[in-house]
């Protein structure tokens, strides 16, 4: 395998979480011997007894699962799903003249790592996660950066017949039914809270007073205050 | 918050998750942003046989394409009305 490289395992200053000795590694299907497999928080990287290896960056790690089952020729195993090409052969990765149709198809490599030592198998998965946790993508610009541009609401409220017609939030609430009303204080509920912290059900109408609300009472906007509910039930 | 929220709300629920490779797995949500499934199963085994003998699995959350959702679990006009005025209080 050319693509195999020689270089230093990982230590603690590539943040290493875990090294598996006697584990085998599967690239699509071909062995390529038993070696150790390093999780470390900079990349995955596995070394075989000669010191030739390879490592993969998290980004370009798809997916990582455990397979369990045994009746396969491999046995219990990690299999890690990679979007990268891994050449057999030494010819560069840009060649015009082979299966151009693949340019606009993502490249799927598929890597198993079959350690000796089944019970240990959890624990890389989840190192796994944890380090997969640590690379996210740079950020895009059509991420939490919301500025309004992307869909105006008033602008498509002028002179567009054919589309739905869009409530403020006051008309829109006398439209909810008991139902939607009961189910939109739950989620009101559950927006002012953390997302850390337990979910529960602090924000629900009770049956009296979804009655209550029917007759358009309006309802305090603003969920920034926990247990803004308390002093909502009013006799109307 | 809201897209937590809702994603919160369907932890322990069906779900297929299709990625940008064009591979689609049902499974039940685990947790999400990067993806954890569990009790999972490849709707195009041939493809992919590796995944048969798969249980649970971690996807990076930035090659999903689409997440499809029960139909029954999701109600659309509170998800409406709660977009929208998520969308009004973010320009505030």
Known sequence: MSFLKSFPP??????????????????????????TLYIAESRLSWLDGSGLGFSLEYPTISLHALSRDRSDCLGEHLYVMVNAKFEESKEPVADEEEEDSDDDVEPITEFRFVPSDKSALEAMF?????????????????????????????????????????????????????????????????LSQSVSS??????????DSIRDYEDGMEVDTTPTVAGQFEDADVDH | MLFYSFFKSLVGKDVVVELKNDLSICGTLHSYLNIKLTDISVTDPEKYPHMLSVKNCFIRGSVVRYVQLPADEVDT????????????????
Do not use: W
């Open chain 1, 10 to 35: 990982p230590g603690p200053a590539e943040g290493l979480l875990r090294q598996q000795p006697d584990t085998e590694a599967v690239l699509n299907g071909k062995g390529l011997g038993t070696g």
């Open chain 1, 126 to 190: 989840t190192a796994m996660c944890e380090c997969q946790a640590l690379h996210p993508d740079p950020e895009d610009e059509d991420s939490d950066d919301y500025d309004g541009e992307e869909y105006d609401v008033e602008a498509h409220e002028q002179g567009q017949g054919d589309i739905p017609t869009f409530y403020t939030y006051e008309e829109g609430l006398s439209h909810l039914t008991a139902e939607g009303q009961a189910t939109l204080e739950r989620l009101e509920g559950m």
């Open chain 1, 198 to 207: 337990q979910y529960n059900m602090a924000g629900v109408r009770t049956e």
């Open chain 2, 77 to 92: 006009q509170l998800l409406q009305d709660a977009a929208r005025k998520e969308a009004l209080q973010q320009k505030q």
